[in-house]
């Protein structure tokens, strides 16, 4: 708000003095001010950004931070437990010894727990800047990417991503799919399902039955497309279509008729790299 004010006021005081000053000096600071204008526009809508990115780590923070807090809880009562069997007379070593190695097994899963959730926010951090610094502002109009809970989400909508009424890929969208492409390409360690979404309006075209078909058939499109023009290894891809049964807005408005038609690109570590982030305890953990 200070940078809008000082602009306002810089461009008021050009305004005052234009009278008193040579119409090239007074169009150099016309010009000026415009960009001063077009810069202020431009950092509002980075702090926008980091905004929304700064309220999906809150959300995977608040998860692991219960976890972490549900296991200091065992913890203490285990500790409890302990103090109790010395304090009791002649209860057996055995059990002492159970309680100790349960303890420290307890507190070598909260240390797990805090690498892990270190280790899931800096690797979705890193994905997700590279993807949207290497997204124009055009780009990023027809582009949502959020991060929940170690999995990114890349929606695309299908005005940028198909032909009009089809699932063929348009050729406007080929320069954002080779973005999205090098970013795959960069982390090999994940796995990446596409996933086609329509809105609720029946489907009426030859050799399509409705839209179940349309949305698998559109998410097929766009794993081909990923592995023929950009190189993406075909072993990490998976297509998936869930007609209109997955929506994001109510299908009552055309408005939110447009959000429900999107195609999803999910990156997610592989099998046993997400059941490390999602919190699987380490072997010597209690059962």
Not at 28 to 39: G, I, K, M, S, Y
Not at 69 to 88: I, R
Not at 201 to 224: E, F, T
Request: with cysteine.
């Amino acid at each position: 708000m200070k940078i809008s004010v000082f602009y306002t006021l810089l461009f008021s005081g050009s305004v005052l003095f234009a009278g008193c000053v040579s119409n090239k000096k007074y169009n150099d600071l016309q010009t000026n001010f415009n960009q001063l204008q077009e810069r202020s526009r431009s950092l509002n809508q980075q702090y926008q950004q980091a905004q929304n990115e700064l309220s999906g780590s809150t959300v995977r923070v608040k998860s692991l931070e219960e976890q972490i807090a549900s296991a200091q809880a065992n913890v203490s009562s285990l500790q409890d437990a302990l103090n109790k069997c010395l304090n009791s007379s002649n209860q057996g070593n055995v059990n002492i010894s159970k309680l100790v190695d349960e303890i420290n097994a307890s507190n070598s899963y909260i240390k797990h727990l805090v690498n892990t959730k270190n280790k899931s926010d800096s690797l979705n951090l890193v994905l997700t800047n590279n993807l949207t610094r290497s997204l124009s502002r055009e780009e990023m109009r027809d582009v949502d990417v959020q991060v929940l809970k170690g999995v990114v989400y890349i929606s695309l909508s299908d005005n940028m991503l198909y032909k009009s009424g089809s699932y063929e890929i348009s050729d406007q969208a080929g320069e954002t799919l080779n973005k999205i492409a090098k970013i795959i390409k960069d982390y090999k360690d994940y796995e990446v399902l596409i996933e086609g979404n329509t809105d609720d309006v029946p489907i009426s075209q030859k050799n399509i039955r409705n839209n179940w078909d349309l949305s698998a058939l559109r998410a097929s499109s766009v794993v081909q497309s990923l592995q023929m023009n950009y190189g993406v290894d075909p072993k990490r891809l998976t297509a998936g279509g869930r007609g209109e049964y997955n929506p994001v807005a109510a299908n009552d408005s055309e408005a939110g008729r447009t959000k429900n038609r999107r195609t999803q690109i999910i990156i997610t570590p592989k099998l046993d790299q997400f059941m490390e982030l999602i919190g699987k305890a380490p072997e010597t953990a209690p059962q």
